[in-house]
């Protein structure tokens, strides 16, 4: 299957020094860029420059659509996982490497933002996107372009053999008969991990949510650095491609995964192999900005519009496993057919979490680690 959303943020959360950090995403993911249509050099009018995290996908069609409908060319550099991305940006705000930044989301929002990187620019189609994703709607610093749940997966193979059902909510989590089947990621260093303990911290509260995790650890809950490790190499019920299979029945991914999971089986599944615990969803959002010093204002703009244009928005879902934020925009069947309906996911208001992000971050790593 195709990657779902790497979101690792490296150390982000509790980086001393950036030198450091920019070093460690250097060796991470060997970061680099591509021109996404061909033509234009990696400067001047006609070259608009996306940076981005590694996991920026569209296709080739409607990148060129954006070319015969603007003349620009785009120009993208990846930056290594998502927090990487945000850093190197913060890192180099007064020089910035490209024109628009993509992939900054509601758990680094307020970094981003205090930091000054983003020129405001209300961007055309802003109409079709419901309020409750427009987290900066007075200045506009940043556009909303995509949404996605963080949650609990299953095996469901698993818990078919075993005559189990699966967890549904956090609560079922610390119970006994789900001992030692869980693996999520560090919350120090990857988004899904952090969007897992944000997601506790607001089911249970700032009171709760530290015994909680105290309970999670009593019940076996295994650790790792990312996304990509606990669900390829830990998950059981990964279809990556690995020879040996992972042991844990449970693990922290996405809504997206069920239908990343059966995208080109033929025939085509009554369900997808992996199922959601549809209680332990955290929203993510994903935003882009003009970033503040773009040598290219004018094809920054207009490649902001196209990132929310109906084009853009319908090609998302298959390239980056996530949903549109425009209203209108109609998702692949395979996500309405496969994908789990999340209608109340747990959310935190930005201000609180950029006060407390770095305290929860802290206390979880001395509690689980």
Not at 81 to 90: F, K, P, S, T
Request: with cysteine; charged share 20%.
């Amino acid at each position: 299957m195709k990657s779902i959303r790497r979101r690792a943020i490296g150390a982000l959360v509790l980086a001393t020094a950036g030198a450091t950090l920019l070093a460690a995403c250097g060796s991470d993911s060997g970061s680099g860029g591509d021109t996404a249509s061909e033509g234009a050099g990696t400067s001047g009018s006609k070259t608009v420059t996306l940076v981005s995290h590694d996991s920026f996908a569209a296709s080739k069609p409607v990148l060129a659509e954006f070319t015969r409908q603007t003349g620009y060319t785009v120009k993208v550099l990846r930056g290594g996982d998502a927090g990487a991305a945000v850093n190197q940006a913060i890192l180099t705000k007064d020089h910035p490497r490209g024109d628009v930044f993509f992939g900054v989301d509601n758990t680094l929002l307020s970094r981003a933002l205090d930091n000054g990187l983003f020129t405001p620019y209300a961007a055309k189609g802003l109409d079709q996107v419901s309020a409750d994703v427009q987290l900066d709607a007075v200045q506009h610093r940043v556009t909303p372009i995509d949404s996605g749940d963080v949650c609990v997966n299953y095996d469901r193979a698993y818990f078919t053999a075993h005559r189990l059902a699966p967890p549904q909510t956090y609560a079922d989590l610390v119970k006994p008969e789900y001992k030692n089947l869980l693996v999520t990621e560090n919350a120090a260093t990857s988004s899904p991990g952090l969007a897992f303990l944000l997601g506790s911290a607001a089911g249970y509260g700032d009171d709760g949510w530290q015994e909680y995790w105290k309970q999670l650890k009593n019940n076996g809950v295994e650790v790792v650095d990312g996304w990509e490790q606990a669900y390829n190499d830990r998950f059981s019920g990964s279809s990556a491609g690995k020879q040996a299979k992972g042991d844990r029945p449970l693990v922290v991914s996405y809504a997206s995964s069920p239908p990343a999971e059966v995208v080109g089986v033929t025939p085509p599944p009554a369900q997808s192999p992996v199922g959601v615990a549809t209680g332990t969803c955290f929203r993510q959002i994903e935003f882009a900005g003009l970033l503040h010093g773009a040598k290219n204002t004018a094809g920054g703009k207009a490649l902001i519009d196209f990132l929310l244009s109906k084009t853009f928005q319908e090609d998302m879902p298959l390239n980056m496993y996530v949903d549109p934020v425009r209203q209108d925009a109609a998702k692949p069947e395979v996500f309405t057919r496969y994908g789990a309906r999340i209608d109340h996911p747990a959310t935190l208001p930005p201000e609180k979490i950029a006060a407390q992000r770095d305290e929860w971050v802290k206390a979880w790593t001395s509690i689980v680690l």
